[in-house]
């Protein structure tokens, strides 16, 4: 059964109802016409995700996000392109953009401005996707890729969830927080698996919940990713060597003065030559 309890009940509670309002207000023909047209264009997230071979460098997905539930506001002057563009410049091989807008203070409006500072790298829309409608309005819009969070959704919702990206082309990010939940997501076929470092229940952060799904994940060869509590070199060199391919940041990188700073420092990356600070 999917797993909804505490904040993470509420959130779902809302969007659904939130859902039940634009469906009579939008047309799926019209989602389906505009998934479509988009999906030529899409840009690959999987690809920009994937290591070549193990001692290439871990990848990054930086994150625009104004506010979270455990946090309240974390950038009260975020500027969605403005940041894209830095972390663009820092060396993200994507951007995430969180769009949930009760919870998170999110709206579809942050990907169309991430996307003219992100350039050519792919946009995750990091979403509480439970329902068909929200996939197709992905689908149709600025994403390149979803995020699918396994325990709130059935098996059944997940791989039909993931047929339906994939038939527009629509990468995805099947985020789970237990072995179990990644078994579930390989059943399904996921491909890009991310591990939630943080407990949604008591927001509590442990980095050793990636290293207990990490295996199942490499045995898999699929693309692994670490979401959440990640602040330092030590810990990406740690995870990238025992077989990681992606790490998702945000609040380390939304609270900073100077995320670029913070995003080269993770990706022990050198700064700019001309010595400048990105802001």
Do not use: W
């Not at 998934?35 to 193990?54: C, K, M, N, V, Y």
């Not at 975020?78 to 949930?100: C, M």
């Not at 082309?169 to 076929?189: F, I, K, N, P, W």
């Not at 077989?243 to 609040?251: C, E, P």
């Amino acid at each position: 059964m999917p797993r909804r309890e505490g904040i993470l009940a509420e959130i779902v509670t809302r969007t659904l109802a939130d859902v039940g309002v634009r469906q009579r207000q939008v047309s799926r023909r019209d989602l389906e016409t505009a998934a479509a047209t988009r999906a030529r264009s899409r840009i690959d997230f999987t690809e920009a995700l994937r290591r070549g071979s193990p001692g290439d460098p871990p990848r990054f997905i930086a994150e625009v996000k104004k506010a979270s539930p455990s946090e309240g506001v974390l950038r009260a002057d975020l500027e969605p392109e403005a940041l894209a563009r830095v972390y663009r410049e820092a060396g993200a091989a994507a951007v995430s953009v969180v769009t949930e807008p009760h919870f998170f203070q999110g709206e579809d409006a942050f990907l169309s401005a991430a996307r003219a500072g992100a350039g050519d790298l792919p946009l995750l829309r990091k979403d509480f996707h439970a329902h068909e409608l929200q996939v197709l309005e992905a689908a149709a819009g600025e994403a390149d890729a979803l995020l699918l969070l396994v325990g709130v959704l059935s098996p059944t919702q997940l791989k039909d969830y993931l047929d339906i990206a994939d038939a527009f082309a629509l990468g995805h990010l099947a985020e789970v927080d237990t072995l179990a939940e990644a078994e579930v997501a390989l059943r399904a076929g996921a491909r890009v698996v991310g591990v939630n470092n943080r407990d949604l229940t008591t927001f509590r952060v442990d980095v050793r919940r990636t290293e207990t799904v990490l295996p199942v994940l490499r045995e898999a060869g699929v693309v692994a990713v670490s979401e959440s509590g990640i602040g330092d070199p030590d810990t990406v060199r740690r995870l990238a060597d025992r077989g990681v391919d992606a790490f998702l940041v945000g609040t380390a990188l939304v609270k900073s003065d100077d995320p670029g700073a913070v995003l080269r420092r993770l990706r022990d990356a050198p700064p700019p030559p001309d010595g400048g600070v990105s802001r």
